[in-house]
């Protein structure tokens, strides 16, 4: 089993730019798909950006198109988020998540057995 450990949030004004990663344990992450999550205080947790089980395609929610980049680097078992542009709307506790099995949509939390703790982002305006 994957084990998942988020880091580098922080606060930053509006405008400004941080890089999320997610480094994993344990075999075959090249094959799970994984997932940016965000959850802001009295909000439901909303997809961010992630890549399908093919371990290539990748998806973005609307909120976040052409200002946030998923990328992965399997040889460190190390997915990340470069955030550009950041928002105050931004502001939330980003989790990283993946899941081995095919379970049908990229988009939905539901799709993910494991989590890591998450990182907090503030973005001040």
């Known amino acids: 089993q994957v084990q998942l450990v988020e880091s580098g949030g922080g606060s930053v004004q509006a405008g400004g730019s941080l890089r999320l990663s997610c480094a994993a344990s344990g075999r075959a992450f090249s094959s799970y798909a994984m997932g940016w999550f965000r959850q802001a205080p009295g909000k439901e947790r909303e997809f961010v950006a992630g890549y399908n089980w093919s371990g290539v395609s990748t998806y973005y929610a609307d909120s976040v198109r052409g200002r946030f980049t998923i990328s992965r680097d399997n040889a460190k078992n190390t997915v990340f988020l470069q955030m550009n542009s950041l928002k105050p709307e931004d502001t939330a506790v980003y989790y990283c998540?993946?899941?081995?099995?095919?379970?049908?949509?990229?988009?939905?939390?539901?799709?993910?057995?494991?989590w890591g703790q998450g990182t907090q982002v503030i973005v001040s305006s």
């Open positions: 998540a993946g899941e081995r099995a095919y379970s049908g949509s990229v988009q939905s939390p539901g799709s993910y057995n494991v």
